[in-house]
């Protein structure tokens, strides 16, 4: 039995976002099928993925922020961010290999997120379940945005906090402004991601399978891991959906394969 003073679990939140954003995109006429490591396990991954279709692939990065009351400055004379009370936080390390995969991953046309909740307890978290809140109450920000945040105030790469309340955002040491987006924008941006790239969901894996691997960061799966993996499928789609869904939750991302079956087929 959970006690619900206890602290929120990010097992526990990572289901619940990955559950509420599968039913989301089903809202707005989307297909989304997250992928799971004991998949791996079935002959065909058990998808029932239209690879044809328009397609991207989503990834989501899940985070729990401290809840704050107090804003605690590394210096002196560092600004400190608008924020009501309580506030939230989170550290994201730019050079680590997880925030490097997550921006590989954005770069070979994945849409890519950090997710993280604006509440801190089971009962919240229960009560935002319940009624299919946890994405309205949760920042939503790519990684992308966060180093340009970082490079308007000057900074450089490295350790840095994701500070935020119930409506505004900021990464620091020198405080600078993230862009917001609710669970509808997020909704309507990655069906219009999906309409824009005008590609299909096994182009889309096409592009992160053969991602450069020389870039800094992780890179891809060894060729072992690899080979092993596309030897287990028949088929080549699946076998690169297992290949990047295993890239990702080999970093704590959890990996959803999106389509559009009501648009018409990319050439």
């Not at 097992?11 to 989307?30: C, F």
């Not at 107090?70 to 050079?95: G, K």
């Amino acid at each position: 039995m959970i006690n619900l003073h206890e602290r929120l679990s990010e097992y526990s939140y990572g289901y619940g976002v990955t559950r509420e954003t599968q039913g989301l995109l089903e809202s707005v006429g989307l297909r989304p099928t997250p992928f799971l490591p004991n998949l791996l396990h079935e002959a065909d991954l058990g998808f029932d993925v239209g690879f044809k279709d328009q397609g991207k692939v989503v990834v989501l990065q899940f985070k729990l922020g401290h809840e704050l009351k107090r804003f605690h400055r590394s210096q002196p004379a560092q600004p400190i961010p608008l924020l009501s009370r309580p506030f939230w936080r989170f550290d994201v390390d730019t050079t680590a290999h997880q925030f490097q995969r997550l921006e590989e991953f954005e770069a070979s046309g994945a849409d890519t997120y950090y997710v993280a909740p604006k509440f801190s307890s089971w009962w919240e978290f229960d009560r935002a379940f319940q009624n299919d809140e946890i994405l309205e109450r949760s920042l939503l920000q790519k990684p992308s945005e966060i180093t340009a945040a970082i490079a308007t105030t000057g900074g450089s790469p490295g350790h840095h906090r994701v500070v935020y309340d119930r409506s505004r955002q900021h990464v620091c040491s020198e405080p600078a402004a993230l862009k917001a987006r609710n669970s509808q924008e997020f909704a309507r941006e990655i069906s219009e991601s999906i309409e824009k790239a005008g590609v299909t969901l096994e182009q889309s894996l096409e592009m992160l399978f053969e991602r450069d691997g020389s870039v800094a960061g992780p890179g891809r799966l060894n060729a072992a891991r690899r080979d092993q993996i596309m030897g287990r499928f028949k088929s080549r789609e699946i076998a690169m959906a297992a290949v990047v869904g295993v890239e990702a939750w080999s970093q704590g991302a959890q990996i959803i394969y999106v389509t559009n079956p009501s648009s018409d087929q990319a050439d």
